[in-house]
């Protein structure tokens, strides 16, 4: 069988590409595991399709300027799998959709919209992840355009999250999957030794495109983190906060309607090499701090999404606190038994940290935090969840 990607080495969720190698934005390579499982499957072939928007350092401009620009796109591929340590003879080159098969699978992301053209032409089994879903309504057309077969997630939207049930209406077959967390997260300190409040952590982003305020009104995606953040004194005694608001080293000059092109180029080349954001956030060793907390809250998206960190801090022995909802219900994680449920509330989330920090429940609070530590070894396994998700794959591809 053959997977195909879509410039693969655009995909940020799987390579360092050219915007972390060279203007240093920060790695979240958070499906690097399932390119590996393929990569290293004798019985799978990986192929990259390089589309005409396939040089990913400008991907600005008319189409003469692309189509200029795409002839270092094959440059460009060859250095980012040689900084990625792939050997370029294990991915097949496609450099036309006529050269993708109808028995191919083709993933794609949903935020990597270049990746998507031309895609209706073709009669290939199709897979789109929401990973970093942001509720732009124009991606359910263009998702429903070529003929989307699965999606996959680490949770199920249609559940979770109001945008998408008011602006997604796609009635397609959801596979879920877990985040999984990096082998440097590991239970270090020992449960008694740890501070005896929650470490809060996660980015506090903004949105304001019209559907994300139409549903949820306030622009904050991570309502809790926030209400964490700037309520230092309310959770003096429960909580220390280590969240970073996205905005707060902001360096980005703006570009203006009015600006000429000249210009315009400039701010983006400012912007992309002038990364100032969230410098404190990345100051800090975040295996050590999961480590020194018995708790640990990384408040969940309002979009009905949960953050990374809660699996990277129940991989370091933290008892997580977090939403009694299907993102984790799903996963088969359960309240009381594996992490601890609160309200949502922040008045909520004090009260749920100060009944585990009294003395009489310290024994159910370390059975709660072990049972969550080994839930996420034994089960969001990198090489189990790439297997499942692929065999998975593969049986709805026979029911098309």
Known sequence: MRVVFV????????????????????????????????????????????????????????????????????????????????????????????????????????????????????????????LHFHGNSKDAERIKNIGTNVIFNEVDLSKTCDLFKKYYPLDLPWIIIPFIPESRFKRIKPFKERKNKAFSVGTITYKTH?????????????????????????FANTADCYSSDYNEDDVVKKVLPGDNPIKAFYKRAYNR???GRQKKYFSFDMVEKFNEYKMHIVGEEILGIPGIGYVEGMACGSAYIGLDSPMYRDLGLIPGEHYIAYDGTKEGLRSTIEYWQRPENQTELERIADNGYRFVRENFDREKVASELIERLISFQKLR
């Open 273 to 275: 090499l002038h990364n």
């Open 7 to 130: 410039n693969l080495h655009s995909s940020w969720m799987m390579v360092k590409n050219s915007a972390v190698l060279i203007f240093k934005n920060s790695a979240a390579l958070k499906h690097k595991y399932i390119l590996d499982y393929l990569l290293n499957n004798p019985e799978i072939e990986v192929a990259s399709l390089l589309n005409d928007r396939a040089f990913s350092i400008f991907t600005h401009g008319g189409d003469k300027l692309q189509k200029f620009l795409n002839l270092f796109a094959d440059t460009e591929h060859r250095w980012i799998l040689k900084k990625n340590g792939i050997d370029r003879k294990n991915i097949t080159l496609l450099k036309s959709v006529s050269e993708i098969r109808k028995d191919d699978i083709v993933i794609l992301y949903n935020l990597l919209s270049d990746s998507f053209r031309d895609l209706g032409k073709v009669e290939a089994f199709k897979v789109v992840s929401f």
């Open 210 to 234: 019209p559907e994300f305020i139409d549903v949820y009104g306030d622009p904050c995606d991570q309502p809790i983190r926030k209400a964490v953040k700037d309520n230092p004194e309310f």
